[in-house]
């Protein structure tokens, strides 16, 4: 059994080759799609390492059998589609929410279709998913170093792409609309209700800041708001004159909001396109106590004063 990236990508392929002899409003089409789109999730995750995709177990008997360490076992267990999926997500920033989504709505659908007497892809047709399927197999394909041409057919590649680019510009289109539209209702009001809005946001940003969130100016109305989002790469740390640790990590914006008009934005596509997809570092300074969970010197008495409940019963 090979949890090994080629061999998973190639099947992967092989399974989008059977989709796409299908036609498109044909059940099995859905199904060899989802199919392909878990191998296609575990190859980028194997790309790191074959070890992620090993079920967990108490003697680690799994994790043995993919590194050739003795283990003797004649099926060894990975872990579930939908911890694939996870995984993406939490490894790759460019695997966005809705890449996960689309590929845990399309494995519900493959469960409901392999372990129930319903027709789940019957009543799911390809226009409610088909774009987000091309975009998440995309986002693998970019994690792995290839494009969709790497994937699917020229033809089929080409369409894909072409689902795409008209996909972003419905969210442009959706964005600015937004925009405008914010903008117009905040201009409307009174003058001192857009100074007093403008007073109060900043507020907000000022409480926002200390629960991680970033501040940037509003594409509408000009005032102070916030994004959030997810932590990606290689987390740096250093020491400050204090003493104190600091802890410095890129985060990708996914999530803008501004009290000030009440414009909201989700997803990096969406951020991207009024001009928020900046990337930022999220700093966090820890007490060395704090960061090595360690215990005060000043905390001492009251620590061990709190382990005499336990010692009791060291004995038994």
């Known amino acids: 059994m090979s949890w090994h990236r080629d061999p998973l990508l190639a099947k992967a392929k092989l399974f989008f080759e059977y989709a796409f002899e299908a036609q498109r409003d044909d059940p099995r089409f859905g199904l060899w799609c989802s199919l392909g789109l878990e191998l296609l999730a575990r190859a980028a995750v194997s790309s790191i390492s074959p070890v992620l995709l090993a079920h967990p177990d108490a003697d680690q008997k799994n994790i043995l059998h993919v590194i050739h360490k003795g283990s003797e076992l004649s099926s060894p267990k990975s872990i579930i589609a939908s911890a694939v999926f996870d995984l993406c997500k939490r490894l790759y920033p460019n695997f966005s929410e809705e890449d996960k989504k689309i590929c845990l709505a399309l494995l519900n659908r493959r469960n409901e279709e392999l372990h129930s007497g319903g027709a789940a892809f019957a009543e799911?047709?390809?226009?409610?998913?088909?774009?987000?399927?091309?975009?998440?197999?995309?986002?693998?394909?970019?994690?792995?170093?290839?494009?969709?041409?790497?994937?699917?057919?020229?033809?089929?590649?080409?369409?894909?792409?072409?689902?795409?680019?008209?996909?972003?510009?419905?969210?442009?289109?959706?964005?600015?609309?937004?925009?405008?539209?914010?903008?117009s209702v905040f201009e409307a009001r009174a003058l001192e209700?857009?100074?007093?809005?403008?007073?109060?946001?900043e507020t907000r940003c000022l409480e926002l800041s200390t629960q991680r969130h970033?501040?940037?100016?509003?594409?509408?109305?000009?005032?102070?708001?916030?994004?959030?989002?997810?932590?990606?790469?290689?987390?740096?740390?250093?020491?400050?004159?204090?003493?104190?640790?600091?802890?410095?990590?890129?985060?990708?914006?996914?999530?803008?909001?501004?009290?000030a008009c009440g414009l909201a934005l989700k997803g990096y596509a969406?951020?991207?396109?009024?001009?928020?997809?900046?990337?930022y570092t999220r700093k966090t300074t820890f007490t060395p106590e704090e960061y090595y969970g360690l215990i005060s010197p000043d905390d001492v008495e009251d620590y061990m004063a709190s382990q005499d409940h336990y010692r009791e019963y060291d004995n038994e």
């Not at 072409?162 to 903008?183: F, P, S, T």
């Not at 916030?226 to 400050?240: A, D, S, W």
């Open 124 to 183: 799911y047709k390809s226009s409610q998913w088909v774009v987000g399927f091309y975009h998440a197999c995309r986002s693998l394909m970019t994690v792995l170093g290839e494009g969709l041409s790497d994937l699917f057919s020229e033809e089929e590649a080409s369409l894909a792409e072409g689902m795409l680019i008209e996909d972003r510009n419905n969210v442009k289109r959706q964005v600015l609309a937004a925009i405008d539209a914010h903008k």
């Open 193 to 201: 209700e857009r100074i007093s809005a403008k007073a109060m946001a």
């Open 214 to 259: 970033h501040r940037v100016i509003c594409p509408a109305c000009g005032c102070i708001a916030t994004v959030q989002g997810q932590p990606f790469g290689k987390e740096y740390i250093t020491n400050n004159e204090a003493g104190e640790i600091i802890s410095s990590q890129a985060v990708l914006p996914t999530e803008f909001s501004c009290s």
């Open 270 to 279: 969406q951020l991207e396109t009024a001009m928020l997809g900046d990337q």
